[in-house]
């Protein structure tokens, strides 16, 4: 076997596009220095624990290099007592100070890592909601958990470890140099066959690690959608194709693990073959100059005994020092949501009155390929305006303008004469919601669900919300009340009841403009009657831009905007709309008859 | 088994009787594999063990002026080095690949077990055991296997020398000999806790990472209600309830370390002291002396794999228990799991519980006021049964019991599109590429879900700008897509399949009327001489369909096309229009209605 080649399918590639931007080597480098300088006392202190650990531990091997001396030269007294004792001293403080490193060495990894993690999070929740529509949760999910998860094995052990290898290697070099100096000149023998092995070695292992660590998520992954897709898996008679799929996964990766025993079966021997060269030149290169008095026996027995410790540290290095390069990768992916940029620029303007209003507006997503071409709508404080149209006409896209999400490229989405563009998410949303089909219930209490739409809300609040959605007596029903757990691993609410705290939500906030694109069209038709209900109570009172898939919305409002190809077709009450006889009559009868 | 091989052809049939007997059936299943490493794992460590040996002619020979034996030492040293090379590589690679064909082997058997069970795994266990048995324990468990092999050969590597330290110094080798199995001993009764506070700290840290994916999953909806504060505090507590977790656990390992620094330092005191004297009696070779002193130093190597296997064993333990729990699962007796027949029956679908039935190649439409219910019912008339035996008899297609027939069979006479289908990831190719009779193309069946603008958006998103949809990727449940996109898509999945019988459970609820119309007229047209079932309460779709069946209370109480059901069933108008109160409708305005509905076709047929 010559060696093997790396599989051709690389399973860490990314599959779509990265949404979210992956930071620079130097600015990964420029905050792996704002940690270090965050952390430097712990890690000063660190190093200095951890030189002690390692000088006690070399007190063993000098003075049983000192008493072969005495032994060899056997007319002199042996102080054998005294031997003992400082032995015994110096394994005390040797126990100790390991204690101390291994526990110094958890703390400051841990508080990098918790530093990392919350920093990261902070940063997550700060992003624009343009940016979080547009890029999708998806990059963000995977960097929270798969790139968090990567760093946590890297600062739980490598940064530590490695501090502890590097300082410990050292110091035996240094030790070895000062009891006898031409001994360390044999451990230089070995330098040039590590070198050209690591090199190798690490210029290809952390990606391929990187490939491997993907190949086995992704059998695991294909496993999880099995199961999660039970039903469909079972009705479309796929059972066979995903043990097949699995089958392929599982090549993939043990393919990669293939790859990468191969690295390790190169890298093995060069660092037996490194220790054997240290041992071995010391010993005999060592032998032959206390044969020709250049050292003492006592200096030879302690240098070998020295070389023999070197295995230690060098392996700890060699062995961290890759988890470390893959966790380069995944810290650039996580510094790099420090890099996008907060929006447009906050003028700090405060909107004055409660007219929104879009003027000869022009959007797209992709460069010169917009969806929105020209459109003007003034929605009138408290009116209802319902956007109407085939998919794909820009609706959803012109209610997130409405509601602040996207800039316009060219024209001005105002509210009471300010540009929403130019306003930071907080402020925004004071004055104009957007309710969409994403009713997500968060992990905690029923009373976190809803304290975040107003922090500082009562239960009393929290309940006449409750109540106004209709979604009080469900509550009270539960044993634990507002103290319910809810969400993934709590207790499972239907659709409608998430939709029904989402809207207790809106109550709460109180903005006094609402944009709802498809609110409850995903529900049943049952439960969608129930919810108008609640969601009438919440419209009282406010301005409303209602996106509407079924026409029994559009009907009520005061003016509908038929969207079609990007554009505004017609505007104008139902009655003035069915009596034109254009799209939207058509629409109506269709729907209708 | 090379990993090269992988993965088996069949992966075999485990015994899933408990933990142990599943970790005792990998076991056996590779037992060359394991002799192997143990062997590999035997060279490596005699060789490492010799290598003081060699240090002791080096030292004695120094001692003795003697250049003849020093060169021995020097071609002894040669020989270890290269024994411990070719052992510590080979070991590693023999006991990884026993991981990993031990890890390949489970996983494969999960896949298989998963497939085979469907749709009624989540209702035997929790969706979640399933993928932790996956994404965890199979690790623990490979890492047992793996560690197996290291710990025999350590074992025989430690007994081997106490045995030759007790043989040749029988007065340092007593000493050694008695004091070892102490050693090993001593820090066993640390592990359990270590490993305790271990769990702990991964719980507390599993809990924070589904905070913070959680909150991430959420934040569209935090940046528009706010909220943030409230979740990072959230979070930040977590966070550092997961620190100290870490640390309470890092300080039991920090116990554990010194704890082996301590007790082989004293050893080796108790051997210096010792052995001092008996050089001084002469009846010790300082050279002897060194070599013993090395000896012991090696000790400390096997010890080590001692207390990794006592741990890999505490963490494995319960990860096997898991896995032999779900790979013991079966389906359950009742639905499809007969072995009647194993042609295909045709003709009519009849449910005699609720009394529905679908005349063969008809589309009938299905309108039930309870969504619940709905789901019930369009599960029975795929032979699924309710759970719980002794029920109603189940569905029969052309006279024959449908859970009577072979579940493939079963499944591929009636395809039952439940209301929230899952899209698998993969390209729209692969989505598509299920199971089918060939006779509808991916385009026809498209074109007749109204995908365009689905395909538009996929093109758009092509990995490689070929701008060909059926190349992109779609991420895991379809999240890229809008729940309408998602819908048609899982539409047109079931229509290129084919099936004699379709049954769909609300296949248009997220999509617009516009749409929903033309979705009605393309599927009518495509299952043409087919049997279809929808539910749903749609005018568009009921005014498609050749009968309409409305059920109430799980009974079917009335048949008829739409037109005829609206104009006199009041109960029926009910629950299709969106009108409340029933009695409160003047009649005229029903009239109105009615004369639009012919108008609006009188309009479509002049069209």
Known sequence: ?593 | MQIRDLPYTDPGRPDTGSGPRLLLWLGRNQLAGQAKAMAWGVVHMAAVAALPVALGIAVQAVVDRSGARLALAGGLMVLLGGLVALGDTMLHRTAVTNWITAAARVQQLLARKTAELGATLTRQVAAGEVVAVSTGDVEKIGWFVEALSRFGSALFTTLAVCVTLVVYQPALGTVIALAVPALVLAVLPLLPPATRRADEQREKAGYATELASDTVAGLRVLRGIGGEELFLDRYRRASQEVRRAAVRSARMWALIAAVQVLLPGLLLIAVVGYGVGLVEDGRVDVGELVTVYGLVTFLLFPLRVFEEIAMAYSFSRPSAARAARVLSLRRTARAGEGEGPAQMPAGDLYDPESGLAAPAGRLTAVVCGDPDAAGRLADRLGGHAAAGAGEAPSALLGGVALDGLPLETARTAVLVQDKDPVLLSGTLAELLDVPASGAVPAEAALAAAQCGDVLTALAQASPDASGDPMRTRITERGRSLSGGQRQRLALARSLVTDPQVLVLDEPTSAVDSHTEARIADGLRALRQGRTTVVFSSSPLLLDRADRVVFVQEGRAVAVGTHRALLRDDPAYRAVVTRETDTGARPAGELDAELTELGESEQIEESA
Request: neutral net charge.
């Open chain 1, 1 to 593: 076997m010559i060696g093997v080649a790396p599989p051709a399918h690389d399973p860490a590639a990314p599959e779509s596009a990265t949404t979210l931007p992956v930071a620079a080597p130097a600015t990964v480098r420029a905050y792996v220095r704002m940690l270090l300088r965050r952390h430097r006392r712990a890690f000063v202190l660190l190093v200095a624990v951890n030189a002690v650990a390692v000088t006690a531990s070399m007190v063993g091997p000098y003075l049983l290099g000192g008493m072969v001396e005495d032994l060899a030269a056997s007319a002199r007294e042996v102080h054998l007592g005294r031997t003992l004792s400082l032995f015994a001293v110096a394994l005390a403080v040797q126990t100790v100070f390991v204690h101390m490193v291994r526990l110094r060495g958890s703390v400051l990894g841990e508080e990098i890592l918790a530093d990392l993690r919350e920093d990261f999070l902070v940063r997550s929740v700060g992003l624009p909601p343009g940016v979080l529509e547009r890029a999708g949760t998806g990059d963000l999910l995977s960097r929270i958990t798969t790139d968090i998860d990567r760093l946590a094995n890297a600062m739980r052990e490598a940064v530590p470890q490695l501090a502890i290898g590097f300082v410990w290697a050292a110091l035996l070099l240094g030790a070895l140099t000062v009891t006898a100096p031409p001994l360390a000149l044999c451990v230089l023998v070995a330098v040039p066959v590590l070198v050209i092995g690591c090199r190798w070695y690490f210029r290809r292992a952390p990606a391929a690690y990187r490939s491997e660590a993907a190949g086995y998520a992704a059998v695991a992954a294909s496993l999880t959608e099995t199961v999660d897709a039970g039903r469909t898996v079972e009705a479309h008679r796929l059972g066979e194709r995903r043990v097949a799929l699995s089958d392929r996964r599982i090549t993939s990766w043990t393919q990669w693990e293939r790859y990468t025993l191969w690295l390790r079966s190169v890298l093995f021997p060069v660092i037996n073959v490194t220790h054997s060269l240290v041992f071995g030149s010391v010993l005999i290169i060592g032998g032959v100059f206390v044969l020709r008095g250049w050292v003492s026996v006592g200096q030879l027995t302690t240098g070998a005994l020295f070389a023999q410790m070197l295995v230690e540290p060098v392996g700890l290095i060699l062995r961290w020092y890759d988890e470390l390069q893959i966790a380069q990768v995944s810290l650039a992916r996580l510094v790099g949501v420090r890099e996008i940029g907060t929006g447009g620029a906050d003028d700090g303007t405060e909107p004055v009155g409660r007219e929104v209003r879009a003027d000869e507006v022009r959007f797209g997503y992709l460069e010169g390929n917009d969806v929105l071409h020209d459109v003007s709508l003034a929605v009138r404080p408290g009116s209802r305006v319902a956007l109407v149209g085939p998919s794909g006409a820009g609706k959803s896209t012109l209610g997130r303008l409405l509601a602040g999400i996207y800039a316009p490229r060219s024209g001005a989405v105002t509210l009471g004469g300010a540009e929403l563009a130019r306003m930071p998410a907080e402020r925004v949303r004071r004055h104009v919601a957007l309710v969409n089909q994403e009713h997500h219930v968060f992990v905690g209490s029923l009373r976190d669900n809803l304290l975040l739409a107003r922090t500082a809300a009562e239960d009393g609040e929290l309940w006449s919300a409750l109540g106004a959605v209709d979604a009080d007596g469900w509550v009270r029903a539960l044993e634990a009340g507002l103290d319910t757990e809810v969400g993934s691993g709590g207790l499972a609410l239907t659709p409608a009841q998430a939709q029904q705290i989402a809207l207790a939500r809106l109550v709460l906030a109180d903005p006094h403009t609402l944009v709802l694109d498809e609110a409850t069209s995903l529900l049943d038709p049952r439960a969608a009657r129930h919810l108008e209900r609640s969601l009438a109570t919440v419209l009282e009172g406010r301005t409303v831009v209602a996106i509407a898939h079924r026409l029994h919305t559009a009907h009520d409002a005061d003016v509908i905007a038929v969207a079609e190809d990007g554009r505004i077709s017609e505007l104008g009450s139902h009655d003035e709309l069915v009596a034109a006889g254009g799209t939207y009559a058509a629409l109506w009868r269709s729907w209708h008859r």
